[in-house]
């Protein structure tokens, strides 16, 4: 049974720092692309980060140069590092996996083509 479980979420000042982990279990992530999304209240599922199963990470432009996703092949987990956190950083954040592409070169934030999700944790920036 695929199942992915966030962890780390938080309330962090702005500027301050979190790192989001996502362990995986059911299945080895080595090879497939595992993004990051987060969803604030009233607004779209919008994607953060992804990294491909030969280790290319994306990042739009809103987090770029803040946000850094890798992962721990090992431990079966994979990690999203915020640094710079703004108050519009708000909202909870998702890991998934897409089970369609494996060993691709690069992957995308795209909502639809993630098979698998996690339940979510919540990340509050606020002074």
């Known amino acids: 049974q695929v199942q992915l479980v966030e962890s780390g979420g938080g309330l962090v000042q702005p500027g301050g720092s979190l790192r989001l982990s996502c362990a995986a279990s059911?299945?080895?992530?080595?090879?497939?692309?595992i993004g990051w999304f987060r969803q604030a209240p009233g607004k779209e599922r919008e994607g953060v980060s992804c990294i491909s199963g030969t280790d290319i990470p994306y990042y739009p432009d809103s987090v770029k140069g803040r946000f850094t996703i890798s992962r721990d092949n090992a431990k079966n987990m994979v990690y999203l590092q915020m640094n710079s956190l703004k108050p519009e950083d708000t909202a909870v954040y998702y890991c998934?996996?897409?089970?369609?592409?494996?060993?691709?070169?690069?992957?995308?934030?795209?909502?639809?083509?993630?098979?698998?999700w996690g339940q979510g944790t919540q990340v509050t920036v606020s002074s």
């Open positions: 059911g299945f080895s992530l080595d090879y497939y692309d």
């Open positions: 998934a996996t897409n089970m369609k592409n494996i060993g691709s070169r690069y992957c995308a934030i795209i909502t639809m083509e993630y098979d698998y």
